[in-house]
């Protein structure tokens, strides 16, 4: 089954620290923190890496400690990783889902927001390869084990939907008001994801590791020039 521990290397690497930044939406919900962001040192936190501090107040919420502004800006790699497994790992069924690539995929989407129209996508396309399922952007047992016959039949099978997310998931990043401020970030961090995806349908993710491939796509009119960052979409 997949692991969450073969993502974090690419979180980590993709998520900055603190950020105050105005045209992040999660900026309606800041900490009480200011300073820490260098660019905006008026303005408070109100992400971490990459966690948002009103998700981080529903972390303190289900694991019974009371959240502040100074628990989120001092919050520990220990913290910051079983947030990521709780709130947003388990949220997908990644521990069952046996394409490594595909829970990757899905994670990285509730990760950065808008992940119930990915489940819808995976659902409807699920549908048409003939699985009886309902088409409610719910992710659960019967999604998850009509996912798991289907990339179980073939590599084939598993690669066109690594291919058909990715490209699903691109369409609702554009579609979002902010595509033009976050756009290069977010499209270079997805591609890094399918990427990394198709590796693992021939390599054993285990041994892989979960280290990100990052290509140049030639032909594909991608090009990555800048790191960027994906901010929160909730």
Do not use: C
């Not at 073939?154 to 990043?173: G, M």
């Amino acid at each position: 089954m997949a692991n969450y521990k073969n993502i974090l290397s690419h979180v980590k690497t993709n998520e900055g620290g603190y950020s105050a930044d105005p045209r992040d939406n999660q900026s309606k919900n800041p900490s009480d923190v200011k300073g820490l962001d260098k660019r905006y040192p008026n303005l408070p936190v109100h992400t971490y890496r990459g966690v948002a501090y009103a998700s981080w107040k529903e972390y303190a919420r289900r694991k019974g400690f009371v959240p502040t502004g100074k628990s989120f800006v001092n919050m520990t790699l220990a913290q910051w990783e079983d947030f990521l497994k709780t709130l947003y790992w388990d949220a997908i069924y990644g521990d069952f889902i046996k394409s490594q690539g595909i829970a990757e995929i899905l994670f990285e989407a509730i990760w950065g927001g808008g992940s119930k129209n990915l489940v819808i996508d995976l659902q409807t396309f699920l549908r048409k390869k003939g699985f009886n399922i309902a088409v409610d952007g719910a992710m659960g047992k019967n999604t998850y084990t009509a996912l798991n016959e289907f990339t179980s039949k073939s590599q084939k099978n598993e690669t066109e939907l690594v291919k058909y997310l990715t490209a699903e998931r691109l369409k609702y990043l554009q579609s979002l008001s902010d595509w033009s401020n976050y756009s290069k970030g977010w499209t270079r961090r997805l591609y890094e994801i399918q990427d990394q995806a198709l590796k693992y349908v021939t390599e054993n993710p285990v041994k892989t590791g979960g280290g990100i491939i990052l290509l140049a796509l030639l032909g594909t009119g991608v090009y990555y020039l800048s790191k960027g960052t994906l901010p929160k979409i909730l």
